[in-house]
């Protein structure tokens, strides 16, 4: 309740006049993205970027952003949010009250995803997280939505795989147990994989805490516990860690995670023993095809690295702003009736066609979308393995 009062004082003190201007006299529209370039997630922050340029650039293409008859140009106004939840707030009120952006593209974690969506929400201002998967982040907020899959359909498609390919009936967990997103991840796959396999399966539920570097002891007491798999769905900070303190204490046994693989540089901090590894997300760079390969290629050739899914899916979040705002018909150059107008049509997609899959909403900022199996190659590539629809 504390929240929703500082929320609706902010929303009264900054509230952008029904008169103002939307448009420069080039007929630009802003698009403000909240990225990470400093702090923990200055990796996924610089994906974020390459995604949302790489988009912005073929939406500016050719005959520019045709709405209603009209041509415009699309800007992008970045934020630094620090990866801090706080710096993000700030940063998100900067973008509607000052910078004026017809909708905001990030965060990409849950941690600020979850803040940013309620001042976004609070101003009526449409934002798309590429990443988060929390449910807090779009709950009751009819103007924020996210690209990705949600915790419990990537906690099914791990159970449902664990089961194909090792027979697996018992699991442990070691997650973070002060991070939104680890916790939440953790707490689903718990709930989803007991519930198909009975209570206690999950034989051991490990916790540590932020910045922690040695798992010994939780790790211990997984291998004492007869598990045959290691769920964690942590960052590419601490897997790393995990897998190798894991292999040296003499874990044989697979270990897998959830889309939170995806971000950063987790090969150049794991190296061969994450090779063979399995994880659930969105999207994988190796063998696309369609689309997705056009965009590899692309993104390849001139970042001189295979994207990412975070790469991937701010892009898609971009082309979907871009895509509604054509299916709007017109804009009236009313910053706050145009944003609602931008609202309803993001709200009304029934298939997005990206480059990281089909998506539709149906009455929620969820997607439906299928999830993605993903396998780290004998060369430490992320490669498409399987696909597991709802």
């Known amino acids: ?29 802003k698009l403000g993205i909240s990225t990470s370039k400093s702090g923990s997630f200055a990796n996924v922050g610089a994906s974020t970027k390459n995604g949302a340029e790489m988009a912005k650039q073929e939406v500016n293409s050719g005959t520019g952003l045709q709405i209603g008859g009209k041509t415009y140009s699309m800007e992008l106004v970045y934020v630094d949010n620090g990866s801090d939840r706080s710096t993000a707030s700030a940063a998100a009120l900067t973008l509607i009250s000052q910078q004026q952006v017809m909708a905001i593209v990030g965060p990409q974690s849950s941690d600020r995803a979850i803040a940013v969506g309620e001042v976004a929400d609070s ?32 906690a099914m498609a791990t159970t449902k795989f664990a089961a194909k390919e090792w027979k697996a009936t018992k699991a442990a967990v070691l997650y973070d147990e002060i ?3 680890p916790t939440g991840m953790a707490k689903s796959f718990k709930k989803v994989f007991e519930g198909v396999n009975g209570p206690g399966s999950v034989v051991v539920f490990e916790t540590f805490r932020t910045k922690d570097v ?15 798999f290691i769920y964690t769905p942590q960052h590419y900070e601490e897997v790393p860690l995990i897998v190798h303190q894991a292999r040296k204490m003499g874990w044989k046994k697979p270990i897998t995670g959830s889309n939170s693989w995806s971000g950063g540089d987790l090969m150049g901090k794991c190296g061969d023993e994450c090779k063979g590894l399995y994880f659930t997300g969105n999207f994988a760079a190796g063998g696309v095809e369609g689309k997705a390969k056009i965009f590899v290629e692309s993104y390849q050739k001139t970042y001189n690295a295979l994207p990412d899914e975070v790469a991937a899916l701010t892009y898609d979040a971009v082309q979907l702003i871009a895509q509604s ?24 997609t029934k298939k997005f066609e990206g480059v990281t899959g089909s998506l539709g909403y149906h009455g929620t ?20 393995h399987d696909k597991i629809c709802p």
């Open 1 to 29: 309740m504390k929240q929703q009062s500082i929320a609706g004082l902010l929303a009264l003190v900054f509230t952008v006049a029904p008169g103002s201007h939307l448009f420069a006299a080039d007929n630009i529209i």
């Open 123 to 154: 101003f009526k201002t449409p934002m798309i997280t590429p990443w988060s998967t929390s449910p807090l982040t779009t709950l009751n907020r009819q103007y924020v939505f996210r690209m990705p899959v949600l915790y419990d359909i990537q």
């Open 179 to 181: 991070s939104p997103y």
């Open 214 to 228: 040695d798992f010994s002891k939780q790790l211990q007491a997984i291998i004492n516990s007869g598990a045959e």
């Open 325 to 348: 705002l054509k299916n709007t018909g017109g804009l009236t150059g009313n910053l706050v009736d145009d944003r609602t107008k931008l609202k309803d049509q993001i709200a009304a």
């Open 365 to 384: 900022g969820d997607p439906a979308k299928c999830t993605v199996l993903i396998k780290i190659d004998e060369k430490g590539v992320f490669t498409n």
